[in-house]
């Protein structure tokens, strides 16, 4: 295989002889053996962080450093054995951390490989998916509308191509590209319109090509020398507790350099207090927070997964959370967009259509008579332009029939079918020569075809009735071509919107004839002056569970609003049976948003829910409108003009299925079933991740406090302190992360989409939060100074601290693993929520319930720890205690319940 420099050199065969392989591609063995070769068709993500770098990252923390200190002035006063326990821990807590980051990345890659780009290649003759980077030398790759270039290729056919090469020539305005071109000498890299580069944007037509370079050695290769993976930067919620972790860091190192002041103003030993002191301020900080939350977010986006939403970036997991308003297309999203044509008008007659899916089974009828094309000429006519004028395929296998391509097309080739026309001879005898592709703004498509009218050739033209009417000045009447009068346009106007307010989707059909093929095929030129011939109105039901989901919006306080491209009265009614809209009044034109100032339309957004003829423009302006509002917007798309209107969403959510590489590159969310209802679920998932979060801190925060408290209260006491510095140490960077992180994957409570939506500008400390951390950490307090001051009492403030702080380490531990289970739910007591039914949690607290119990009942390691074997006596008086923040919390929740 010959690899050349100047592809463009090369006529289509030459580059498919030079690349040893032909116009149906490459056979998969060899392809294999390429990618071997040639290696992966990708430039290399960003490498990831080495261990060696984490560990460093992981000991350079400021806390940590602290602790080192604290080792190593241990060593220093001759406590060898807690400079061990403090290292020990301290690698122990490093490992640990660096397992869960690492657990939480793969995991968050392994999301993103669900949406890497995929290309369609002919592997021996099949048209296949592959993952763009499994492309090699020599494959043939097929591009339409929408698509990115996935390497660099050769064309070898092209129609009406256009492509965006702005990513990598900078030139805005997309160039025409033509496979028959062959240039004999050098040309520029933008002039070149026989090759498609990798990255750049197929904005019109169609066409295939060879794969000439991968990787590497394409154009954007050459000069991209790492693309940086996605996903990296801090979300709004981790930078928020990134910086509470910071200031409550520095408040308690002040509060801890006053203890210590204090102990040594009371006379204890200095050196003893400045453990204390470093050990209280380990036990207070919160830096695990930020860790536990990246860690959350990125198993929510795992979750989303599950529930069809791919979430590219963690930040959009938090902002789903906060959204108010869901901006969704109709057909697919709302619709299950699979058509049926019901209805056709022609001849001034209305025809009815039986049979259901795509099934050719049913009948044509008027009247309840059965007709076909060889009764009727306009419906001969009809039936020739819905299954010429049409890029869709029809498989009917005995009683199933599917098709491949876009479902409203799917549905003409089923009509032709029913009204006894055959795809299969049209297509034979009335080859396609030239197009003008369908696109979302001209709403129409056409077709030429030859030998139709003997030597003449003609173009059918289909698309959205109330243009192509407009665009017609002739009329066909059984086969005759007549002058289109006033009455004949009013009466084709007026079905149309009758089709229209059964929600049927209506096309319109037209034609005209041309003595030779046109040099100029513009729409401008050939989409004018044409015969009208007929309308059809296809049924495309409501996804059954779409009606459930918009009334769960509205009880979250999020506002549905349909975005079409479909006719005013489909819209409306299609909307209002969902629940969508009310009143006619909620319905809007695209066209009447143009002339709009942008405080019009800020009070235009307020009350409309549904926007139809909507160009890819008018989703801007919707959108941009509603954010100016102050609303979180999500917004769907799939074309290949919606990338605006979904990088300007708050969420942008494409279309896994029919949403085209540019819609889903520039989405934060993919959406695989296409739905509506799953917005809805990532929405709902969203906001159980927050509120979880909110849970941990709490439980997190305290925690901590208690202990700041337990500890300056007995040293303001002048009693020896509760607990020593390993103890801390222990129990905080030990025993309390596993509860925490327990808590982040709670299941949500059942009316969290009965709430309205969060200010996402909320402080995460809030109100609630408050209080709930100033009750418990005083009830952790008064449980574990309870039974440090019983141990006390019963041996002894000299010989008997080690008792006493024995039974103060286990009642901490206890109540703070009990406490977990009070903050699972806010509002519901442990009892009503089922003690069991978080399976993590459980797990999490035994296993620290037993890191508990080895410090105390393991020889060797209870006297490291300064602790001793409780007898009955103690462990009830420590049982006894522990309950005490439980049930402060529950009985916190009946008042609050009450309140409410
Ligand atoms: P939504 O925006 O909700 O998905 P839509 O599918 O109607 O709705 P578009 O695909 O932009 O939006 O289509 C706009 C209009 O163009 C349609 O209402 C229809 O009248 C017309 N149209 C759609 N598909 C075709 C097609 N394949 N050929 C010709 N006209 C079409």
Not at 610 to 628: F, G
Not at 797 to 803: D, F, L, R, T, Y
Not at 826 to 842: A, M, S
């Amino acid at each position: 295989m010959e690899k050349f420099e100047n592809w463009y050199n090369q006529s289509p065969d030459e580059a498919l002889q030079k690349l040893e392989t032909s116009n149906s591609g490459l056979p998969s063995e060899i392809a294999n053996k390429r990618l071997e070769k040639y290696g992966k068709n990708e430039l290399k993500k960003e490498e990831k962080k080495p261990f060696i770098q984490k560990l460093k990252d992981q000991l350079l923390d400021p806390m940590i450093l602290i602790l080192i200190a604290a080792a190593i002035v241990s060593f220093v006063i001759g406590e060898g054995v807690d400079t061990l326990i403090i290292i020990a821990i301290v690698v122990v807590n490093a490992f640990l951390s660096i397992y869960q980051e690492g657990k939480a990345e793969e995991a968050i890659a392994a999301l993103q490989k669900m949406s890497s780009p995929k290309a369609k290649v002919l592997r021996g003759g099949e048209q296949v998916e592959i993952d763009s980077a499994d492309l090699v030398p020599g494959d043939v790759v097929i591009l339409e509308t929408g698509d990115v270039v996935p390497a660099d290729l050769r064309l070898i056919s092209s129609s009406n191509m256009q492509i965006d090469e702005s990513s990598l020539t900078g030139e805005s305005v997309p160039v025409e590209k033509d496979y028959k071109i062959k240039y004999d000498d050098k040309v520029e890299i933008g002039d070149r319109e026989n090759l498609a580069y990798s990255s750049t944007i197929v904005t019109y037509g169609r066409g295939s090509g060879v794969v000439v370079e991968t990787g590497y050695n394409t154009e954007i290769g050459k000069i991209a020398t790492s693309i940086s993976t996605v996903g990296d930067e801090q979300t709004p919620l981790q930078k928020k507790l990134a910086k509470l972790s910071k200031t409550l860091g520095i408040l308690v190192i002040v509060i801890c350099i006053a203890v210590m002041a204090v102990g040594i103003l009371y006379k204890n030993d200095p050196l003893e207090m400045f453990m204390t002191a470093i050990s209280l301020a380990v036990a207070a900080v919160p830096e695990g927070l930020p860790a536990i939350v990246t860690i959350v977010l990125s198993i929510g986006m795992g979750k989303m997964a599950q529930r069809n939403a791919i979430v590219k970036k963690l930040l959009a997991v938090e902002t789903l959370g906060t959204t108010t308003v869901i901006c969704s297309d109709k057909t697919g999203t709302l619709t299950q967009n699979e058509m049926t044509v019901t209805r056709a008008f022609t001849d001034g007659k209305v025809f009815e259509v039986s049979g259901t899916g795509y099934s050719p089974k049913g009948d044509v009828t008027i009247d309840g008579q059965k007709v076909s094309i060889e009764d009727e000429n306009n419906l001969r006519m009809l039936s020739s332009i819905a299954a010429l004028t049409n890029d869709a395929k029809l498989k009917v296998e005995g009683e199933d029939a599917t098709i491949a391509g876009d479902p409203t097309e799917g549905a003409l080739l089923t009509f032709t079918e029913k009204a006894g026309g055959s795809i299969v001879e049209l297509n034979k005898q009335f080859e396609r020569i030239e197009e003008i592709p369908f696109d979302s703004d001209r709403k129409m498509m056409t077709t030429f075809h030859d030998k139709f009218f003997d030597e003449k050739i003609v173009s059918f033209t289909k698309g959205a009735p109330d243009i192509v009417i407009s665009k017609c000045d002739k009329i066909l009447i059984d086969g005759e071509i007549k002058d289109f009068t006033d009455e004949e346009r009013e009466l084709a106007l007026e079905k149309n919107t009758e089709f229209a307010r059964s929600a049927l989707r209506c096309l319109a059909y037209a034609f005209r004839i041309h003595e030779t093929l046109p040099e100029n095929i513009s729409s401008e030129k050939i989409e004018n002056e044409m015969v009208f011939v007929a309308l059809t109105g296809m049924i495309d039901p409501a996804r059954p569970e779409v009606r459930d989901a918009i009334a769960e919006c509205k009880t979250a306080g999020i506002k549905p609003i349909m975005i079409t491209g479909d006719y005013l009265e489909t819209g409306l009614a299609i909307a209002k049976d969902l629940g969508i809209a009310k009143s006619d009044d909620e319905a809007i034109m695209g066209r009447e948003l143009n002339e709009m100032t942008p405080e019009e339309l800020r009070e235009v957004v307020k009350h409309k829910t549904v926007y139809t003829r909507v160009s890819p423009e008018n989703k801007v302006q919707i959108v941009t409108a509603l954010k100016e509002n102050g609303h979180i917007a999500a917004m769907t798309g799939d074309g290949v003009n919606d990338a605006p209107a979904i990088k300007k969403g708050d969420i942008g959510i494409a279309m896994g299925i029919t949403g085209t590489d540019v819609a889903k590159s520039t989405a934060e969310v993919i959406l695989t079933d296409d739905n509506f209802a799953t917005i809805v679920n990532a929405v709902e998932e969203g906001r159980i991740i927050y509120s979880n979060i909110k849970k941990f801190v709490a439980y997190l925060l305290s925690c901590n406090l208690g202990e700041v408290l337990i500890v300056l209260i007995a040293i303001l006491l002048d009693v020896p302190v509760p607990l020593i510095p390993i103890q801390l140490l222990w129990l905080n960077l030990v025993t309390d992360s596993f509860p925490a992180l327990a808590l982040g994957v709670e299941q949500g409570e059942a009316d969290i989409m009965n709430e309205p939506p969060r200010d996402p500008n909320e402080a995460i400390i809030d109100k609630e939060i408050r209080i709930t951390v100033a009750i418990q950490s005083i009830a952790i307090t008064v449980a574990t100074l309870l039974s440090y001051f019983v141990g006390l009492k019963w041996y002894g403030m000299e010989s008997g601290v080690n008792h006493a702080r024995t039974m103060a380490f286990s009642t901490l531990i206890i109540c703070e693993l009990l406490r977990s289970y009070t903050s699972r739910s806010i509002d519901k007591t442990v009892f009503e929520i089922g003690v069991f039914t978080n399976k993590k949690l459980v797990l999490a607290t035994f296993v620290s319930f037993l890191l508990m119990l080895v410090v105390i009942y393991v020889p060797v390691l209870n006297e490291a720890f300064g602790l001793m074997n409780l007898g009955p006596k103690e462990i009830g008086v420590v049982l006894g205690a522990s309950v005490i923040p439980l049930v402060a919390g529950e009985i916190q929740k009946k008042i609050r319940f009450r309140k409410n």
